[in-house]
């Protein structure tokens, strides 16, 4: 098992290709990720499949990301946008 202190900021997320998933394994990562404790989307709760439709549109515009957490053992969805800036601060040497 890998702990915290063996893993260097930027290979903490191992981004996972949405094309390389079986139809069936990008439907069960996202649902996984959508029905977790803390997930919210909006005032009103959405149905499972909604919320499915619109993570599935949001990988495949590349406006999110699987990827693997090395730290929390298991995928998460995050945003394109929040990788590069997490990858961006990690990269640059420290002041």
């Given at each position: 098992?890998?702990?915290?202190?063996?893993?260097?900021?930027?290979?903490?997320?191992?981004?996972?290709?949405?094309?390389?998933?079986?139809?069936?394994?990008?439907?069960?990562?996202?649902?996984?990720?959508?029905?977790?404790?803390?997930?919210?989307?909006?005032?009103?709760?959405?149905?499972?499949?909604?919320?499915?439709?619109?993570?599935?549109?949001?990988?495949?515009?590349?406006?999110?990301?699987?990827?693997?957490?090395?730290?929390?053992?298991?995928?998460?969805?995050?945003?394109?946008?929040?990788?590069?800036?997490?990858?961006?601060?990690?990269?640059?040497p420290?002041?």
């Amino acid at each position: 098992m890998t702990t915290q202190d063996q893993i260097i900021p930027e290979e903490r997320f191992l981004e996972i290709p949405w094309e390389r998933l079986t139809a069936e394994a990008m439907r069960a990562v996202i649902e996984e990720y959508v029905t977790r404790e803390g997930t919210d989307y909006s005032a009103n709760e959405l149905p499972l499949e909604e919320k499915v439709r619109i993570v599935h549109k949001q990988i495949v515009s590349g406006r999110a990301v699987i990827v693997f957490d090395m730290i929390d053992q298991r995928c998460a969805i995050i945003s394109a946008d929040a990788l590069r800036q997490f990858r961006r601060q990690n990269l640059l040497p420290e002041r």
